[in-house]
């Protein structure tokens, strides 16, 4: 199992010194969580709408955080794909991974709510899986550098071709959806990865290991037969308290049985005071026997 540090791409507005929305305290907090031993570092993507927050672009911290790092696995987690243009992320996409050197990894998404109501866009869920299907479709001939021409229901391209492509031969994708339903995790199967989300969890609380063994089974059971042999990432949005390393790996080891290839542990502004949030990150993380 491999550990990395997630966080939102935003703070409360009456906050008092640093916060997840400052670019410049965000790349510090990465290039810290490196030293302290942890494989990656990933940031939510929200715009807001209205939230009585502050909040900065994750492509652009992302970019601060590649600057200031040298090994740590990097990406948003999760992108609402149905609110961008395939081809403006393929770009973004391609060029965060050719200046980190390699070290991109996509989370996906459909998203909701009124990131799509208060700018007047469907907040349907339905349209939005389709054109996650779609856009995950173009997004990775895009990426391939090969000539796309591509019609769907949402997105037309006609003989683009989009070069230089990514440092890596292939951008690792995780597609995260909310368990139990299952239409976002045969969609996952496809990919490389699965990131359930626990329907109606507080962002202070944690799926348990038994739902996180269900939908290992149940992505393996949706895998194509030849892919069965590659490898594919379980991810889940964790909590440990730093204060007891032995609970901590015990914890992680419980997720790891379950088919858990990778711990993101859950930082956000309900979890306490910004400053204990990072003295848990620069105790590093949990440590597997």
Request: aromatic content about 10%; hydrophobic content about 40%.
């Amino acid at each position: 199992m491999q550990f990395a540090v997630d966080i939102p791409n935003y703070g409360p507005a009456n906050a008092r010194g640093p916060s997840f929305a400052d670019p410049h305290f965000v790349a510090e907090l990465a290039y810290e969580a490196e030293q302290a031993g942890w494989d990656g570092f990933f940031i939510w993507d929200h715009i807001g709408a209205g939230w009585p927050v502050v909040l900065s672009d994750v492509w652009l911290m992302l970019a601060a955080v590649a600057l200031r790092t040298a090994s740590l696995r990097l990406g948003p987690m999760v992108t609402p794909l149905p609110r961008r243009r395939p081809w403006k992320l393929a770009r973004e996409v391609a060029t965060l991974d050719r200046l980190s050197r390699g070290r991109l990894t996509l989370g996906v998404g459909i998203g909701a709510g009124d990131e799509y109501s208060s700018f007047g866009e469907p907040g349907d869920d339905r349209a939005h899986g389709e054109m996650l299907d779609e856009g995950l479709a173009v997004l990775s001939g895009l990426l391939s550098g090969e000539p796309l021409s591509y019609t769907g229901a949402h997105y037309r391209v006609a003989n683009a071709r989009f070069l230089p492509p990514p440092a890596q031969p292939r951008v690792p994708i995780w597609v995260a959806g909310v368990w139990p339903n299952k239409k976002p995790f045969r969609r996952a199967a496809a990919w490389d990865g699965a990131f359930p989300i626990g329907r109606g969890l507080p962002e202070t609380e944690q799926m348990p290991p038994e739902d996180l063994r269900a939908v290992a089974e149940y992505v393996r059971s949706q895998r194509p037969a030849e892919r069965q042999a590659q490898p594919y990432d379980l991810v889940h949005a964790g909590i440990t308290a730093g204060r007891d390393a032995a609970a901590d790996r015990d914890l992680a080891e419980q997720y790891a049985a379950a088919g858990v290839t990778w711990w993101l542990e859950n930082f956000n502004n309900d979890r306490g005071p910004i400053e204990e949030q990072r003295a848990r990150i620069r105790k590093g993380p949990p440590r597997l026997s």
